[in-house]
């Protein structure tokens, strides 16, 4: 069943939903981490991954690491959507006795093929996966999500070398690019430009795309999937709280919660655009 | 027919390269990972041997370490060499948070432990390594005292469920077990009875502890030799049925004397029979280049160190 790009669009909507919806309820998260990277975990669970629900362990399926682990909502949400667990846990995100950890833990919660938040982890994890991929013979893929800041690990580039010696040409890493981080933004902070020159020079496969239109981000998927010899990174074009125009671009939205108001107002303009 | 001589000296990582081209053959789901040092771990034995399964790195313990993270996640057994300090260190958070927390099935198997890397420095000797692993939950920790015990503990490592890790030496240590005794995780070895004291030794310095035991024989004190490869978890039962009759007890461990072995036996002892006793170990201080076995005597941890601490604890009494 292939979705159209306005059912993705629905979807997605739903996903930010839900989002709104557990960092409220929690009282914690990250909202605009979560919002900013909500279409391109909607295209993979929706249409570019190879997955079964009911079947978490499938050991045929195609991974996804969200190295980027504080964005956690977004991941839960689609999990839940997809039907991984009961729609309910959702309001127990990070209470005790949940399933829902503040960041994602792979023995807690079906669906999360492996555990991460300490950032810049994931891709090496990655890694691993394809190469286990490829001893075995199997045809999964391995996708993981960094965020922009996350770049300035020095472990992410331990990764893209290793990754580009063994060719892993079944491996995708997508970088979430908003430009922000929680002191501010990149160029203040950190910065991690050119990021494409960079992962070029490192013998990746790299396309830039926007991560909030669902065509192009579809087209990207192809392009990574029929890239054969060399992994390829996705540089997504993002907007940090996409979806919520108060929180849209903010630094000052990383890890803060809406109180009440601004919940009703982020309610009232997700409804809107999902006309 | 034993594997190695005893009396024979061979470093343990040898019989670790031995044991995984052994293991190779015998599991096709054994991957090694290696951090530009193949040659010295010896990880380059099984490279030669099963080049496709063998990943250098080059030189990124971390990345190493969520690799062999990522292997074990799809169910393949990933060795992981380098050197201790880097493997308890350098990657220490992922240690933690990718292989101990998710309890994935990763065998760290370092080299260079205690003051083994002698003239290399403190830069090179991994002296609070096992300390710090101990802390780690989910984690099993291990230092076989000879090649013969590494084999069986390799090969045993395989079939062990969890993470481990399995700690080696850069210098040849005297081989001091022959091929008839039975390894498993967690199960300290009684190498010698005694009445009046109680060695609990490990590693590269239970031979110390076996020398220092044969001369207090000599001057007529009886004392007990426990070899604890595992100090987590601690085989609780031994340390307590054979330290619990005695008047004193003495720990020897190629490590600090914070965090290791004489940390994990004086926590038995005083949760269950309190008994006098000493730690040998680096006394809270870095150590410096210099040969192995003149490391042991200027820091006090050879077994004329041993054996004065046990007289010293025993005329105290």
Not at chain 1, 249 to 256: L, Q
Not at chain 2, 11 to 22: H, Q, V
Not at chain 2, 279 to 292: H, P
């Amino acid at each position: 069943m292939t979705l159209t790009n306005k059912e993705l669009a629905k979807s997605a909507n739903e996903l930010r939903n839900h989002i709104v919806d557990m960092i409220y309820t929690a009282n914690s998260g990250h909202p605009g981490s979560s919002l900013s990277n909500a279409d391109l975990v909607t295209v993979l669970y929706y249409d570019e991954m190879n997955i079964d629900p009911s079947n978490p362990k499938w050991k045929e399926r195609d991974r996804f690491l969200l190295s980027k682990g504080h964005a956690c909502p977004t991941l839960y949400a689609v999990l839940a959507m997809r039907g991984y667990f009961e729609m309910d846990h959702l309001s127990k995100l990070r209470k005790i006795d949940g399933i829902l950890q503040g960041h994602p833990d792979m023995k807690k919660t079906p669906g999360v093929d492996y555990t991460t938040g300490s950032l810049g982890n994931g891709l090496s994890i990655g890694v691993g996966m394809a190469l286990a991929a490829r001893l075995d013979k199997k045809a999964f893929r391995t996708y993981v999500m960094l965020g922009c800041g996350e770049m300035q690990e020095g472990i992410v580039w331990e990764a893209m070398m290793s990754a580009a010696k063994y060719n892993t040409d079944n491996l995708c890493a997508i970088i979430d690019y908003n430009q922000l981080q929680l002191d501010g933004n990149n160029d203040q902070v950190m910065p991690v430009k050119s990021l494409k020159g960079k992962i070029l020079s490192f013998n990746w496969h790299v396309i830039s795309c926007d991560g909030h239109d669902m065509s192009d981000i579809r087209r990207s998927f192809a392009e990574a999937r029929n890239m054969k010899g060399r992994p390829t990174a996705i540089i997504a074009n993002t907007i940090k709280g996409k979806g919520v125009s108060y929180m849209e671009n903010k630094v000052g939205w990383h890890g803060v919660v809406p109180n009440e108001e601004e919940y009703e107002q982020a309610k009232r303009e997700l409804e809107a655009s999902n006309e | 027919m034993n594997r190695y001589t005893i009396g024979e000296n061979i470093p343990t990582r040898m019989a670790y390269g031995a044991a995984l081209a052994e293991l190779g053959k015998e599991n096709e789901n054994l991957v090694v990972l290696e951090a530009d040092i193949g040659k010295s771990t010896q990880s380059i034995v099984f490279g030669d041997k099963f080049p496709e399964r063998y990943f250098n790195v080059g030189i990124a313990e971390q990345n190493e370490m969520c690799i062999a993270a990522g292997l074990a996640s799809c169910g393949k057994i990933p060795f992981v060499s380098t050197y201790a300090v880097f493997a308890s260190m350098r990657a220490c958070e992922q240690v933690r948070t990718f292989i101990a927390y998710p309890n994935a099935n990763v065998k760290i198997c370092p080299s260079h432990g205690g003051l083994t890397p002698g003239n290399d420095g403190p830069t090179h000797q991994a002296t609070e390594d096992l300390g710090i692993m101990r802390t780690i939950p989910n984690m099993t920790v291990c230092m076989p005292a000879d090649a013969t015990m590494t084999y069986k503990a390799v090969k045993a490592a395989a079939e062990f469920d969890g993470p481990l890790y399995l700690r080696l030496t850069r210098d040849a240590v005297p081989v001091i077990y022959d091929d008839q005794f039975e390894f498993e995780f967690g199960q300290g070895i009684l190498l010698r009875t005694g009445t009046e004291a109680a060695i609990i030794a490990n590693g590269d310095l239970v031979t110390q502890a076996i020398k220092a035991s044969e001369a207090l024989e000599e001057r007529g004190i009886s004392v007990a030799v426990i070899d604890m490869h595992t100090i987590k978890p601690l085989d609780k039962e031994l340390v307590i049925e054979h330290c619990m009759d005695k008047r004193f007890v003495v720990t020897v461990e190629d490590h600090q004397i914070n965090g290791g072995l004489g940390s994990a036996v004086a926590e038995v002892l005083v949760e269950n029979c309190p008994v006098p006793m000493k730690r040998i170990g680096l006394q809270d201080t870095f150590a410096e280049s210099g040969s192995y076995t003149e490391l042991l005597k200027k820091y006090n941890m050879d077994a004329r160190a041993i054996e004065d601490a046990v007289i010293r604890g025993l005329e105290n009494k």
